[in-house]
């Protein structure tokens, strides 16, 4: 499914299929260029009938699950924030000894 388009036309099947006739025909038709504002507040709702219902119901009835999915998000964002530092560190200590070895050459010339 692409994010960006430039035309209504170039909108995945799955969602023209689901748009009323009179939507489709405008849009094959080139007379349409934005969505209605009614047809885009009911989106929400027709997309949300695509989640199956098993998955709904495993994250409701499984605290477990959810509480390891938070968890194993929680250490890979604390990861990466630690990552960076690591890396910031390791770059400025390689710039403090490029400047005093270069402090160095110039006192001794």
Partial sequence: MR???DDLSDLDDAILDRLPEEIKNQISNGNLKKLPKS???SLP???SETIPNSLVEAANTNPILTLIIVICGTIGILGFIYGVFKSGFKTAL???LVAICS???YAIL
């Fill in 3 to 5: 994010f960006l388009i």
């Fill in 94 to 96: 390689f710039f403090a």
């Fill in 45 to 47: 709702d027709q997309i």
């Fill in 103 to 105: 402090w160095g050459y």
């Fill in 39 to 41: 047809l885009v507040d």
